[in-house]
């Protein structure tokens, strides 16, 4: 199982995966929702030059490859695509002039899937294998401690969350919060409940769980 991990530059992506990586594998006596995590947030995060690919192993769910692709590269995106289960999209929801790339680089995500849907012909989205398309998009809203709340609301307005959703019937879920202050108490539900609105759910569930349980979830539907 391979998750696409795309974004602007300085958005998170790689202390994002880094986080994922350190609190991904299960250890005695740790649930899935690992509260509490040794990680430096002090320590520097290198921008990723190029394609970074870390891979985790999970007893519950096997092996999981986190493909990064840096921001020089992410014109190339589509060429990983296929191989790809799910994508994860990170924005910096303190960075109000980058979301408008987000927004660009969102409708090329769902735009691909669909021509790729067309050409491979199957409507079979049950499984998780490498040709199958319409899939699984995550908007992973980053650095929420840096940003003013509202963000969230001009970000999901700006992202016309309604007409993706519809032009290309392709479910899109958002999940909001920090890599840095995972314990923030802010969050989206892990999804867009439409109409222009978001949901604003009071949990102590920090943010990297959440979007391991995200990418855990797509992976017990598929073996379901």
């Not at 090329?108 to 491979?120: F, K, P, T, V």
């Not at 079979?124 to 199958?132: A, E, F, I, P």
């Not at 016309?160 to 879920?173: G, M, P, Q, S, V």
Request: aromatic residues 6%; charged residues 20%; glycine residues 6%.
């Amino acid at each position: 199982m391979e998750v696409l991990i795309v974004g602007s530059e300085s958005s998170g992506k790689s202390y994002l995966i880094r986080q994922l990586k350190d609190q991904m594998v299960l250890r005695p006596n740790q649930s899935l929702s690992i509260i509490e995590n040794n990680a430096n947030t002090n320590e520097l995060t290198i921008p990723t030059v190029g394609v970074d690919l870390v891979t985790v192993e999970r007893p519950d769910l096997g092996k999981i490859r986190l493909r990064e692709i840096g921001s020089s590269m992410v014109g190339k995106w589509s060429s990983y695509f296929s191989d790809c289960s799910c994508v994860i999209l990170v924005i910096d929801a303190s960075d109000i002039g980058s979301f408008s790339f987000g927004y660009i680089l969102l409708l090329e995500i769902l735009s691909y899937s669909c021509s790729e849907d067309r050409s491979n012909g199957s409507g079979d989205t049950g499984k998780l294998n490498s040709q199958h398309s319409n899939k699984p998009v995550l908007l992973a809203c980053n650095k929420m401690d840096m940003a003013d709340e509202t963000n969230i609301t001009f970000l999901v307005s700006m992202l016309r969350l309604d007409e993706c959703k519809h032009t290309f019937n392709h479910e899109i879920d958002l999940i909001s919060g920090s890599c840095f202050d995972q314990h923030k108490l802010f969050d989206s539900s892990s999804s867009y409940s439409g109409g222009g609105a978001v949901v604003m759910n009071k949990t102590l569930q920090p943010f990297v769980t959440r979007v391991i349980e995200w990418v855990a979830n797509i992976i017990r539907h598929a073996k379901s």
